[in-house]
Each structure stands twice: as structure tokens, then as C-alpha cells.
């Protein structure tokens, strides 16, 4: 369940900035996130890029998307 506070770190195996969740409303599309460590760059992104798990149903290792560190 996404909350506000959360932070989520890149899947991006190449690195990425790690975010935190600044605003969400349940049953809305899109969630507006900040750099989790600044608090910069706030920006809207949609829901389906948080995954609370940091492999795929198939066993795999995301490759796309945000990964939740904290709840």
C-alpha cells in the first residue's frame, strides 16, 4: 500500500535517484514524489512505476520503475 513518507530506491540497474512518496491519494493514477534526500524536484509520476518488490512475478530482477525501501 503506497503512503505518504515512503521512500522507493531506482531498479534501474544503472543507478537512479531515490524518491519519496509527497503526495498520493488511494484510487488515483498518479502520485507526486520528491528526491528523497533534497526534498527537490517534485514531480508527478504514475502509480504502476512503484513496485513494492524488487523482483518481477517471473523471479527476475526489475529493470524499470521504483523499488519500496521503507514503509
Known sequence: MIKTGQAYRSA??????????????????HVCVSDADTGEDSRWIPVRNLHASPTTKAGKPRRT?????TT
Open 12 to 29: 534501474n540497474p544503472r543507478g537512479g535517484p531515490r524518491i519519496r512518496i509527497d503526495i498520493y491519494t488511494p484510487g488515483h493514477t
Open 65 to 69: 520503475g521504483y523499488v519500496l525501501e
